[in-house]
């Protein structure tokens, strides 16, 4: 073991090595700022600077508004983590981030700009030769986003306090055939709630296992409009705080209890060792990393009572890669992935029979505005209190990822497999 772990290291110094000396080859190709904004005028974005009070006049929300001039030196030395950074110093301005990305992305422009960040090959390499989400190693995530306290999320999240995409369609159902459009966030996570219980088939006998339980809101919902009991697990202990001081009644009546452990740990049920009849998990699988698909799946296999259904809504990429964004890696969420297709359905393959694979990514754009427009909000009236320079990379954070979204350069998957079931799954929407 030892010596395998030595060779694995001797391998990476080596390839870091390999990967330096080409960049420092190759010169650190720098892009030329004015190639940038050639490219950026094709696809109707202006780039102006601060001081041109003519061009200012008539500036759209989209355009970008260069403050410093170092921008590019930023962009082009660090990639994207630098077109983040440089936001977040103030050195650029964009009232519609959101529209910004959505026509960049939309249009391919960042394949038509290959940046030389010696930063990102390291991360892309130890990415394939080491298990970036380790058992043993506590998940950065946590202490990075999930444990920033929840002032920020009371405020943005609305009151279900849903962290992943709402439903902004009313699921239907025999005795409701006609969908209506939801007319607030609260009642699209309450729709998306709904949505997840009908395809689960949800029953008042039911004990469902929730992986990765967020807030607790929707263990609360399933109790409060099924009856079943619910098993949360989690590694968050801010989201674990809220989530007993939110079921706290519940759980005292033994219908729902929140356990700290990582899924690879979960227990069945206590104290028969029983299967669950159903497993749901949202949001979690970004966490979960590439090396591990295949051992989360196994894991809802073992769980999982034969007949029953596993219900996965995660956010998902239309590529398949090893590593993520890195500006969303070193500020928002560190190690995570989003899984492809190929990646998925790899990782089911001889345990789940996949019966229904539902894409409604752009409802992510219209929960990522109405969450910005809440944290705006929040700002306004000092009901959150963040530094600029916070402020600046949690406005990024959102903007930039509704504009992916609504360039439909990922997606929102909801995916119910099941487990030795012989009987025709009927699809809900």
Same mark, same amino acid.
């Not at 073991?1 to 395998?4: R, Y």
């Not at 998306?192 to 219980?197: R, V």
């Not at 560190?334 to 899984?339: D, E, K, M, R, V």
């Not at 504009?403 to 030795?420: A, D, N, T």
């Given at each position: 073991?030892?010596?395998?772990n030595?060779?694995?290291?001797v391998i990476?110094?080596?390839?870091?090595?390999?990967?330096?000396?080409v960049?420092?080859y190759?010169?650190?190709?720098?892009?030329?700022?004015?190639?940038v904004i050639? /490219?950026?005028n094709?696809?109707?974005i202006?780039?102006?600077?601060?001081?041109?009070?003519n061009?200012?006049k008539?500036?759209?929300d989209?355009?970008?508004v260069?403050n410093?001039? #170092?921008y590019?030196n930023?962009?082009?030395?660090?990639?994207?983590i630098?077109?983040?950074e440089?936001?977040?110093?103030?050195?650029w301005d964009?009232?519609a981030?959101d529209?910004?990305?959505?026509?960049? /992305?939309f249009?391919?422009?960042?394949?038509?700009?290959?940046?030389?960040?010696? +930063?990102?090959?390291i991360?892309?390499? =130890?990415?394939?030769?080491f298990?970036?989400?380790m !058992?043993?190693d506590?998940?950065?995530?946590e202490k990075v986003?999930?444990?920033?306290?929840?002032?920020i999320y009371?405020?943005?999240?609305?009151n279900t306090?849903?962290?992943?995409c709402? $439903?902004? #369609?009313?699921? #239907?159902s025999?005795?409701?055939?006609?969908?209506?459009?939801?007319k607030?966030?609260?009642?699209?996570q309450n729709n998306?709630?709904?949505?997840?219980?009908k395809?689960?088939q949800l029953q008042r006998?039911?004990?469902?296992l929730d992986i990765g339980?967020?807030?607790?809101? /929707?263990?609360?919902?399933?109790?409060?409009?099924?009856?079943?009991?619910?098993?949360?697990?989690n590694?968050?202990?801010?989201?674990l705080?809220y989530s007993?001081?939110?079921?706290?009644?519940?759980?005292k009546?033994?219908?729902?209890k929140?356990i700290d452990c990582?899924y690879? +740990?979960?227990?069945?049920i206590w104290p028969?060792?029983?299967?669950?009849?159903?497993?749901?998990s949202?949001?979690?699988?970004?966490?979960v990393?590439?090396?591990?698909? !295949?051992?989360f799946?196994?894991?809802a296999?073992?769980?999982?009572?034969d007949?029953?259904?596993?219900?996965?809504?995660?956010?998902?990429g239309n590529?398949?890669? #090893?590593?993520?964004?890195p500006w969303m890696d070193?500020?928002?969420f560190?190690?995570?992935?989003?899984?492809s297709?190929?990646?998925?359905?790899?990782a089911?393959?001889?345990?789940?029979?996949?019966?229904?694979?539902?894409n409604?990514?752009? $409802?992510y754009?219209k =929960?990522?505005?109405?969450w910005h427009?809440? $944290?705006?909000? +929040?700002?306004?009236?000092?009901?959150? !209190?963040?530094?600029?320079r916070?402020?600046?990379m949690w406005?990024?954070?959102?903007l930039?990822?509704a504009?992916?979204?609504?360039?439909?350069?990922?997606?929102?998957?909801?995916?119910?497999?099941?487990?030795?079931n012989k009987n025709?799954y009927k699809?809900?929407?």
């Open positions: 073991m030892f010596q395998s030595i060779f694995i290291i990476v110094i080596v390839i870091i090595f390999i990967v330096i000396c960049a420092i190759i010169k650190n190709y720098k892009v030329n700022p004015d190639s050639k /490219l950026l094709d696809i109707d202006r780039v102006i600077d601060v001081n041109n009070a061009e200012l008539t500036k759209r989209w355009d970008i260069v410093d001039p #170092t590019f930023d962009i082009t030395s660090k990639g994207t630098g077109v983040g440089s936001y977040m110093d103030g050195k964009c009232d981030i529209i910004l990305f959505d026509k960049i /992305l249009n391919k422009l960042e394949q038509k700009i290959q940046f030389e960040n010696i +930063a990102d090959k991360k892309i390499v =130890t990415s394939y030769l298990n970036q989400q !058992k043993e506590p998940y950065k995530v986003h999930y444990d920033i306290g929840n002032n009371i405020n943005m999240l609305g306090m849903a962290y992943s709402g $439903y902004w #369609t009313s699921p #239907t025999p005795t409701s055939p006609i969908t209506h459009e939801a607030s966030l609260d009642e699209a998306k709630f709904d949505l997840i219980c395809k689960l006998n039911d004990h469902v339980s967020g807030f607790g809101g /929707l263990a609360k919902y399933m109790v409060d409009n099924y009856g079943c009991k619910v098993t949360g697990i590694i968050s202990k801010e989201q705080k007993r001081e939110l079921c706290a009644q519940y759980i009546n033994g219908q729902i929140f990582d690879r +740990a979960t227990p069945l028969d060792n029983e299967k669950y009849d159903k497993i749901v949202v949001g979690f699988c970004e966490h990393g590439t090396n591990n698909y !295949k051992v799946c196994q894991k296999y073992d769980c999982l009572k007949g029953g259904l596993f219900l996965l809504h995660t956010i998902g590529v398949s890669v #090893t590593s993520s964004d070193k500020y928002i560190p190690n995570g992935i989003l899984p297709v190929s990646q998925l359905s790899s089911a393959e001889n345990l789940f029979v996949i019966e229904d694979w539902h409604f990514g752009p $409802y754009d =929960t990522l505005m109405a427009k809440n $944290y705006e909000n +929040a700002i306004k009236s000092g009901k959150i !209190k963040n530094d600029n916070f402020y600046r406005r990024y954070y959102l930039v990822c504009g992916c979204f609504r360039s439909r350069s990922i997606q929102l998957w909801q995916i119910v497999m099941s487990k030795e025709l699809c809900v929407r």
